[in-house]
């Protein structure tokens, strides 16, 4: 049952994440990244990250793609039309690609393949995230709340015509 | 079909990654790029929460939900700009802006 339901979010995944890229119209993009999010939400839920999956719907799905959606409606933004393929920037992705896949591929140890089948008790993750964002990372957390201000004020300075 | 391994999550990551990375390279609007970022970014997450699993640590996790909280950050900072030039050009496209072009 894992197996399928890892395929199913897998295929989805990678098939909304492609469809991102391929769809002129910006609206149907932004809908695909929504449905690219669900399915990395069901992941984190089959890898026992029930938390952050829930904080993946809430502020990806949620938050973010609203803000996207919106500034598309407000900047009125046309379908992209197609340009000619050139064949130097064709080479220099296909280049690209096969470096990044070596690269990757030999990132990942041999041990990795091998079956764990101990499942992590099932514990409560909000409670232990809570724990340690409160207790040894409490330092970068102040700091992320500070950035979040940071980035408030400055949205607010960027937006206004006349400062 | 099999549990899956720590490997098969890796190799999900490194192609989420990588679709990203082209949508980057291709498209030239920038609304559309900036998508493609979140889609990177998102593919680093699925490999920081397998890597949390298999090794039994909730760290990752705490990482993966900093790496949320400044992806939030950077869309709103990023649409921001984004419609601060707008205002500017008239366009979104990556390249009819090119004030700081040698």
């Known amino acids: 049952m894992e197996g399928f339901l890892f395929w199913f979010s897998a295929i989805v995944l990678l098939g909304s994440a492609v469809t991102v890229i391929v769809n002129r119209s910006p609206v ?3 809908l695909s990244l929504v449905t690219m999010i669900l399915a990395l939400a069901g992941l ?4 026992g990250a029930y938390f952050l999956a829930a904080v993946q719907v809430w502020v990806y799905a949620g938050a973010v793609m609203v803000l996207f959606l919106f500034i598309i409606m407000l900047l009125d933004v046309k379908a992209e039309e197609g340009a000619p393929l050139r064949a130097l920037g064709v080479g220099a ?3 690209t690609v ?6 990757f591929w030999h990132a990942i140890p041999a041990s990795a393949w091998e079956a764990s089948g101990m499942r992590v008790a099932e514990s409560n993750d909000a409670a232990s995230i809570g724990h340690l964002l409160f207790g040894a990372y409490v330092l970068p957390f102040e700091a992320v709340g500070l950035l979040l201000l940071v980035a408030m004020v400055g949205v607010i300075v960027l ?3 006349d400062v | 079909m099999g549990t899956p391994t720590l490997g098969h999550y890796l190799v999900l990551s490194g192609l989420l990654f990588a679709i990203g990375l082209a949508g980057v390279i291709v498209r030239r609007d920038l609304l559309i790029m900036y998508m493609c970022l979140e889609i990177m970014l998102n593919a680093a997450n699925l490999s920081l929460v397998a890597f ?4 039994q640590q909730v760290r990752g ?8 909280t400044v992806a939030a950050v950077e869309v709103a900072v990023g649409l921001a700009l984004l419609v601060s030039l707008y205002r500017m050009k008239r366009t979104t496209k990556a390249e009819e802006i090119t004030a700081l072009k040698f």
């Open chain 1, 44 to 47: 984190f839920g089959l890898l």
């Open chain 1, 28 to 30: 149907a993009s932004a």
């Open chain 1, 93 to 95: 992705g296909l280049l």
């Open chain 1, 159 to 161: 937006s206004k015509r």
């Open chain 1, 98 to 103: 096969f470096l990044l896949g070596a690269g």
């Open chain 2, 61 to 68: 996790q705490v990482l993966v939900f900093f790496v949320i």
């Open chain 2, 52 to 55: 949390s699993r298999f090794s």
